[in-house]
């Protein structure tokens, strides 16, 4: 998964993600992501309305409490993995797309190609996987 799925799943903002949540949780489903997405995920706030006057905490303990209770498996990344998803991170920039979340969505890309694995995300993520379909890297993708 990426880190806009982990985000969510974390903390259960959608239906589907809530439900794969309490699966994981379970024991029914096993989730694995990149490191550079569990990092980038932690580092989000858990409100994004500007709007908002309350103080919000970032997610990062209630994330890594989820990652201990799921015993998250986190992608170990092969030099050439790494390298992979350095080349699309570069291809991103090249079209103006860059950021955290761009860098763990290439790793995320990288390593469900890899495992030929399903890559969960969120509809407003799929600026972040430009430069993957250019390169021709074929993931398949489930919105939650």
Not at 37 to 66: P, T, Y
Not at 79 to 97: D, F, K, Q
Request: aromatic share 6%; hydrophobic share 45%.
């Amino acid at each position: 998964m990426d880190s806009f799925a982990l985000y969510r799943i974390v903390d259960a903002h959608t239906p589907a993600a809530a439900a794969i949540r309490e699966a994981a949780l379970g024991g029914t489903l096993r989730l694995s992501a990149p490191a550079v997405a569990v990092a980038v995920s932690a580092s989000m706030r858990s409100c994004w309305d500007d709007e908002c006057i309350e103080r919000h905490e970032f997610l990062g303990s209630k994330l890594s409490g989820f990652c201990d209770r799921i015993g998250l498996e986190i992608g170990a990344t092969r030099p050439e993995a790494a390298v992979g998803a350095g080349r699309l991170y570069a291809a991103s920039t090249a079209l103006h797309i860059e950021g955290p979340e761009v860098l763990a969505a290439c790793h995320a890309a990288q390593m469900a190609s890899e495992r030929k694995d399903e890559l969960l995300t969120v509809s407003r993520a799929a600026y972040c996987y430009r430069a993957a379909h250019s390169a021709g890297i074929q993931v398949p993708m489930r919105s939650i």
